[in-house]
């Protein structure tokens, strides 16, 4: 998988992922890749042509924007956005809660196509989809 932190997320946390899974998976995040002022609507356009990418977000924004919201349900962009409680949590419980949920993110990846969104839960394992 090539996984994304958008600027919502910690880079520690995309860091220590990318070397946690350095032969798995390719991991980076916003300032990595583009200037940090980067509108979220380029950096999905941008990721989209590149191939699918694998999106990890606190910016529930991007889900109630109308034009980044289908600038991204028209990507090849798979989605997973922080439930509320989860966002406000210490970085910490964050990265606990992504590594308990990491395989159930890579078996979503393999079953869906682009433009799906998921919520990462604060607690339950299940991930719910996103439906606007």
């Known amino acids: 998988m090539k996984v994304f932190f958008d600027h919502n997320m910690s880079p520690a946390m995309a860091r220590a992922l990318?070397?946690?899974f350095r032969k798995q998976h390719e991991i980076t995040f916003l300032a990595e890749k583009f200037a940090r002022d980067t509108r979220d609507i380029d950096w999905i356009s941008a990721l989209s042509s590149e191939g699918q990418?694998?999106?990890?977000?606190?910016?529930?924004?991007?889900?109630?924007?109308?034009a980044e919201y289908h600038a991204f349900r028209n990507s090849?962009?798979?989605?997973?956005?922080?439930?509320?409680g989860l966002y406000k949590a210490p970085v910490i419980k964050q990265m606990e809660?992504?590594?308990?949920?990491?395989?159930t993110v890579e078996g979503v990846c393999e079953r869906v196509h682009g433009g799906a969104m998921f919520e990462l839960p604060m607690r339950s394992t299940r991930l719910r989809q996103l439906k606007f």
Do not use: C, H, Y
């Open 97 to 103: 809660r992504l590594l308990a949920l990491w395989p």
């Open 76 to 84: 090849n962009l798979i989605g997973f956005f922080l439930a509320e």
């Open 18 to 20: 990318a070397e946690l």
């Open 53 to 66: 990418w694998v999106v990890i977000s606190g910016d529930r924004r991007i889900t109630r924007n109308r």
